[in-house]
T-cell receptor
Framework: EAQVTQNPRYLITVTGKKLTVTCSQNMNHEYMSWYRQDPGLGLRQIYYSMNVEVTDKGDVPEGYKVSRKEKRNFPLILESPSPNQTSLYFCASSLSGVGGSTYEQYFGPGTRLTVT | TQLLEQSPQFLSIQEGENLTVYCNSS?????LQWYRQEPGEGPVLLVT?????EVKKLKRLTFQFGDARKDSSLHITAAQPGDTGLYLC?????????FGAGTILRVKS
């Protein structure tokens, strides 16, 4: 089954404790992306990757890191989480990101993160 | 300030009514996508429109892309409780997809 998986689905942590949210897709997609979703603000892009070893900042990259060492995996790293990073996070992948993202984005089920 | 303004933010209607959701921007987009999201799940693509003035129909849903490719609308005819959810528009800008804040639709039976 074609899918994007994220782990964990729920995470409660404390300020400053480094964490990683994993994302994996099995569709051989080139483009992967991380979004955060907050009430009234919709989905905001954190980072995206056009292909292996190619990553770029989205609209809200501060406080986050990513890496793309393999095509299927795109982990999101919070080196020192803060309460303002409490949010619902989605990983997504698509065939390509070139050309204004006309390709369908496939989203994972989301990770609800709470930083106290 | 959102690059893509969606309206209304909330909509609560009776089964059988019609409704329209709007997505507006001052930017020109290469494409416009509409997604639907249910609680506890990620958004799922409904449609992509690419050409200015394009109209696409998906059963009781009609999507339109503005002539100038700056705005879009989603019209639902005879809404049903199964249409309840969060509707998101997203515009293609360079190598990124920019999302609106969403419209929460509730259809009461």
């Amino acid at each position: 089954e074609a899918q994007v998986t994220q782990n964990p689905r729920y995470l409660i942590t404390v300020t400053g404790k480094k964490l990683t949210v994993t994302c994996s897709q099995n569709m051989n997609h080139e483009y992967m992306s991380w979004y955060r979703q907050d009430p009234g603000l919709g989905l905001r892009q954190i980072y995206y990757s056009m292909n292996v070893e190619v990553t770029d900042k989205g609209d809200v990259p501060e406080g986050y890191k990513v890496s793309r060492k393999e095509k299927r995996n795109f982990p999101l790293i919070l080196e020192s989480p803060s309460p303002n990073q409490t949010s619902l996070y989605f990983c997504a992948s698509s065939l390509s990101g070139v050309g204004g993202s006309t390709y369908e984005q496939y989203f994972g089920p989301g990770t609800r993160l709470t930083v106290t | 300030t959102q690059l893509l303004e969606q309206s209304p933010q909330f909509l609560s209607i009776q089964e059988g009514e019609n409704l329209t959701v709007y997505c507006n921007s001052s930017s020109v987009f290469s494409s416009l996508q509409w997604y639907r999201q249910e609680p506890g799940e990620g958004p799922v693509l409904l449609v992509t429109v690419v050409t200015g003035g394009e109209v696409k129909k998906l059963k009781r849903l009609t999507f339109q892309f503005g002539d100038a490719r700056k705005d879009s609308s989603l019209h639902i005819t005879a809404a049903q409780p199964g249409d309840t959810g969060l509707y998101l528009c997203a515009g293609g800008l360079g190598n990124k997809l920019v999302f609106g804040a969403g419209t929460i639709l509730r259809v009461k039976s």
